[in-house]
């Protein structure tokens, strides 16, 4: 499925009864990018784990900062990108899952995770750290090994691994207060999809509203109250949860200055990078690195 202004980066793979998972027979391995991809979607279910490496996942409008190992689920029409922030790059090992297709002829239990899977009622988390939850950490893995070593009946074994996942995953998750369709999920992402991808691509330069409503070729009354309706926030709101956020694992995993963290994000100043940073973490960038 895709949506114009949304560019599907792996959006051509055909799954099938005998084929419901890709890549069979191999790991795929991923680097993202310093400098982020567009935002894009899927139709199937996005299995992940980090390798090493730290940088920043945006699922939905969310900062999602990563640092070493991690495990990400990304269900079926969640808009994501990631982005590296070591230079040499973060490691990752994917692999995508088309449910309709695993569970084909098993309705006994298979019909009862993709109910399950009505996530716009829900709230939950797309990232996982390895120190918060091992045993995700493990089942992910175990999932992407079978799919790559193609052992004797591997798809029973990935079909079982996946049911227990989504189960575990599952206890995670808290109602919304509002739900929303699909559609309304998606519709809102779609509207301010060119000013997050520019706000994601130049974070590190000065941006200002009237750079946004260029972009986006709207009014600034209404790109603020689409960012709001979309991701909770103002488009400048955005930008800076983008920068700390980004700003916040550098802290931890480079031995980079202050200084020279707070540069590299994008602000002129040391004193307004101490002012959001102690605003967003509610402690300055000093405590957060001795934390």
Same mark, same amino acid.
């Given at each position: 499925?895709q949506?114009?202004?949304?560019?599907?980066?792996?959006?051509?793979?055909?799954?099938?009864?005998d084929e419901?998972v890709?890549?069979?027979g191999?790991l795929f391995?991923?680097?993202?990018f310093?400098?982020?991809?567009?935002?894009?979607?899927?139709n199937?279910i996005?299995?992940g784990?980090?390798?090493?490496?730290?940088?920043?996942?945006?699922?939905?409008?969310?900062v999602?900062?990563?640092s070493?190992r991690?495990?990400?689920?990304i269900y079926e029409?969640?808009?994501?990108?990631?982005?590296?922030?070591d230079?040499?790059?973060?490691h990752w090992?994917?692999l995508y899952?088309?449910?309709?297709c695993?569970?084909?002829?098993h309705?006994?239990?298979?019909?009862?995770?993709?109910?399950?899977?009505?996530?716009e009622?829900?709230?939950?988390?797309?990232?996982v750290s390895?120190?918060?939850?091992?045993?995700?950490f493990?089942m992910?893995?175990?999932?992407?090994?079978?799919a790559?070593?193609?052992?004797a009946?591997y798809l029973?074994?990935?079909?079982?691994l996946?049911?227990?996942l989504l189960?575990s995953?599952n206890?995670s998750?808290?109602?919304?207060?509002?739900?929303?369709t699909h559609?309304?999920r998606?519709?809102p992402l779609?509207?301010?999809?060119?000013?997050?991808n520019?706000?994601?691509i130049?974070?590190?330069?000065d941006?200002?509203?009237?750079?946004l409503t260029? /972009?986006?070729?709207?009014s600034?009354?209404?790109?603020q109250r689409?960012?709001? #309706?979309?991701i909770g +926030? @103002? $488009?400048?709101?955005?930008l800076?949860?983008?920068?700390?956020?980004r700003?916040?694992?550098?802290?931890s995993?480079?031995k980079?200055s202050i200084?020279?963290?707070?540069?590299d /994000?994008?602000?002129?100043?040391l004193?307004s990078f101490?002012?959001?940073f102690? #605003?967003?973490y509610? +402690? @300055? $960038?000093?405590s957060?690195?001795?934390r």
């Amino acid at each position: 499925m895709q949506i114009e202004s949304f560019i599907q980066i792996f959006d051509t793979v055909n799954f099938s009864n005998d084929e419901p998972v890709f890549p069979v027979g191999k790991l795929f391995d991923y680097h993202p990018f310093l400098s982020p991809e567009a935002l894009h979607y899927h139709n199937f279910i996005e299995l992940g784990y980090c390798v090493r490496g730290s940088g920043v996942f945006i699922v939905d409008g969310d900062v999602i900062p990563f640092s070493g190992r991690c495990t990400s689920i990304i269900y079926e029409g969640q808009a994501h990108i990631a982005q590296s922030i070591d230079p040499e790059k973060s490691h990752w090992h994917f692999l995508y899952i088309n449910l309709d297709c695993l569970y084909s002829g098993h309705h006994s239990w298979g019909l009862y995770v993709l109910e399950m899977l009505k996530r716009e009622h829900y709230d939950f988390r797309n990232l996982v750290s390895y120190d918060e939850n091992p045993e995700l950490f493990e089942m992910v893995k175990l999932i992407l090994a079978e799919a790559s070593e193609v052992k004797a009946n591997y798809l029973e074994v990935i079909r079982g691994l996946v049911y227990a996942l989504l189960l575990s995953h599952n206890r995670s998750t808290r109602p919304k207060t509002k739900s929303t369709t699909h559609a309304g999920r998606v519709r809102p992402l779609h509207d301010i999809a060119d000013a997050i991808n520019y706000i994601n691509i130049h974070f590190m330069q000065d941006i200002n509203i009237d750079t946004l409503t260029k /972009v986006s070729n709207s009014s600034k009354a209404s790109l603020q109250r689409k960012f709001h #309706a979309a991701i909770g +926030m @103002s $488009p400048m709101q955005y930008l800076h949860h983008l920068r700390l956020n980004r700003a916040s694992v550098m802290l931890s995993d480079t031995k980079k200055s202050i200084a020279e963290i707070a540069m590299d /994000v994008g602000y002129n100043s040391l004193s307004s990078f101490n002012r959001h940073f102690q #605003a967003m973490y509610n +402690m @300055s $960038p000093s405590s957060w690195r001795k934390r």
